[in-house]
Structures are given as C-alpha cells and as structure tokens.
C-alpha cells in the first residue's frame, strides 16, 4: 500500500511517500480500515519533530481517519461500512491515518452514515471531539453565558465559536492578523479581539466584569493572560498549543489563578465521542447548521507538503488529506 512514513525526528522532508509499506493484517480486536480521508493536527507536528514521548521511528502518523471497514473478524461491522477512528494510540504508538489502510483498535472506531464528501467528512472526527468535549465537559457552558476563543481562527476555534453560538453564549474570538476579523464573525464570533499577546486589557474594556469561561487554545504563552479574562468562578480550559510550548516557564497558582477562578485541561481520548452525538453533529453539517471550515485539500503524495502549510501558520480551518 501507500503510506506517508515519518522516518525521523526533524522537519516535513522526515516524511517519505513509500509505495510498497506492506499493508496491514487486522490482529484480534483490531478493524482494518481502507482510508478515505484524515485531518491534520497540531499534535502531529509534535510528534514529527520527536518531542511525543514513547515513539518509534519509522511510524506512519495520523491520529485520526475516516474511511470504510474493509475487514472486521469480530462481526461488528459489515465490509464497506462508513467508519471513523480517533486517537487509541494511532500514529504514536501504532500506524495511524497516513496511508491507504489502517489496522485500529475496535474500542477507538465509531460507524457513522453520511453522503458529504469524504474531504468534509475527514475533518470531522478529531476536531468535534475536541470541540465538544472542551465546551460541554471541561467548560460546562450554559446558555447566557459570555465565552472568550484564544486562538479564534484554528479550526477547532472557528467550530466552537459556531457551536458556542447554536448553544446561546455571546463569544469572543482572538487572533493575530487583523485581516481575519470578517472570518471570525462569518464563523460565528460576536465580537474580535487582535492578540498580541495580552488581550486582557481589551477584554475589560469590552466585558468590564469578565467573561464566564475562555477557551484556551494558543497554550502556555498566553494562559496567564487568559486567566486574567474570567469573572469570579470563572473557568479556563487549555485544549490547545498552538503557541508551540508545552511547559509554562513561571506559574505561580495563587497569584496567577484569580480568586475563585478555576483552571482545567481537556485532553479527550475516543471513548469521549459516542456514535449517536458524531451522528448528530455529522448529520447537522449535512443540514447546512453547521459550517465546516477546511482551509485546504492535500493528497496523500502532498503529506510533507500539507505538514509544512500547517506549521506555517497560515491556515484558516481545518487541513485534510484526502485519498
């Protein structure tokens, strides 16, 4: 089969196209999957560039897909069944999504039916995951509330900006280029914030007594800051690193946690995402309730050119590969 292989620890040209990977045999308990289509996520660039502990290289990366069951020894599904898999360990710890065919653990799979496109429905599973468990878990949002999106244009900022809206909450997104305010608000945010760094100053100026809950998901750079966004009881959840930084260099909890402020992580794993709320959301999209925001389409082939856009910083949603 065709797999992208990341061979290393380095930069995008670490990742090799090889023809001839052998294609996976499903063990006990495992699904193989012939693969339709995966996003890319920053996780991924972590992994490449070897700072995720425990990984073997060569690995073919890939912490999601979606494609269709091309074998199933334990009856659970039919062959040619529409099929998602998430996290369990794909692209770390087993060959994941980058490649014509996966073998997964049955535990990390979840059927769906859909008829969108297989570029759409490849940005999907990871991302409102992510999405959902952060604002109905971590966050525990409530209609009325106020929230604030650090790090507004990512994709995972730009669903749950649409989601947080659907759910009744006024919302904030950030971001660094002045030039993307028209798309955050297309996206559903109510009100822009241009962050460089420190957006606390503006956010008072704007919601004088503090927003209910911020997602945090540029990370360590500007967590403190955020924690300086949130009223009394107010809550602040880091999902995402975008920033680049996993260890915050100074943090002193009484200080930088304001009284009665509460401070969590999300950090979801495949047994967070349960197939009838997938279905739900999947079929929402299909609707037109829901915008999916794809910034770009690559092939299999463009793997290393797809990790060098996302590490670029220039995208505006979701990058998915599609076979």
């Known amino acids: 089969m065709k797999a992208a292989v990341t061979t290393g620890p380095g930069g995008p040209d670490v990742i090799i196209i090889e023809n001839n990977w052998p294609k996976p045999v499903p063990q006990a308990g495992e699904v193989l999957i012939r693969i339709k289509a995966f996003g890319l996520n920053r996780s991924e660039l972590f992994t490449r560039r070897g700072d995720s502990p425990g990984v073997n290289f060569p690995v073919i990366q890939g912490i999601e897909c979606v494609g269709t069951v091309e074998e199933d020894n334990s009856g659970t599904y039919q062959r040619g069944q529409q099929i998602a898999a998430i996290m369990g360990g794909m692209g770390r710890y ?137 009223k009394p009881r107010g809550v602040v959840c880091m999902t995402g690193i975008l920033g680049g930084e996993w260890v915050m260099k100074e943090f002193q909890p009484m200080g930088d946690i304001p009284s009665l402020g509460r401070l969590t992580v999300y950090m979801g794993e495949a047994e967070d995402l349960d197939t009838q709320r997938l279905q739900e959301f999947i079929d929402a999209v299909e609707k037109g309730e829901v915008t999916i925001a794809i910034d770009k389409t690559f092939t299999l082939d463009e793997v290393p050119a797809a990790h060098a856009y996302m590490e670029s910083n220039q995208s505006k949603g979701k990058i998915v590969v599609e076979l």
């Not at 979840?110 to 995951?129: N, Y």
């Open 94 to 230: 087993i060959n994941g999504g980058y490649a014509e065919y996966a073998a997964v653990p049955l535990k990390i799979t979840i059927p769906f039916q859909s008829s969108l496109p297989w570029c759409i429905l490849g940005a999907i599973p990871e991302m409102f995951q992510t999405v959902s468990g952060s604002l109905t878990q971590a966050l525990q949002i409530t209609r009325g509330e106020t929230i604030l999106i650090r790090g507004g244009t990512s994709s995972i900022g730009l669903l749950s900006a649409q989601l947080a809206r659907v759910y009744g909450l006024t919302v904030v997104s950030t971001t660094r280029n002045p030039d993307k305010t028209e798309h955050l608000k297309a996206n559903g945010a109510d009100h822009v914030l241009l962050d460089d760094g420190n957006v606390s100053t503006a956010l008072r100026e704007l919601i004088p007594q503090g927003v209910d809950k911020v997602l945090e998901l540029i990370g360590t750079p500007t967590l403190k800051d955020s924690l300086k966004c949130i």
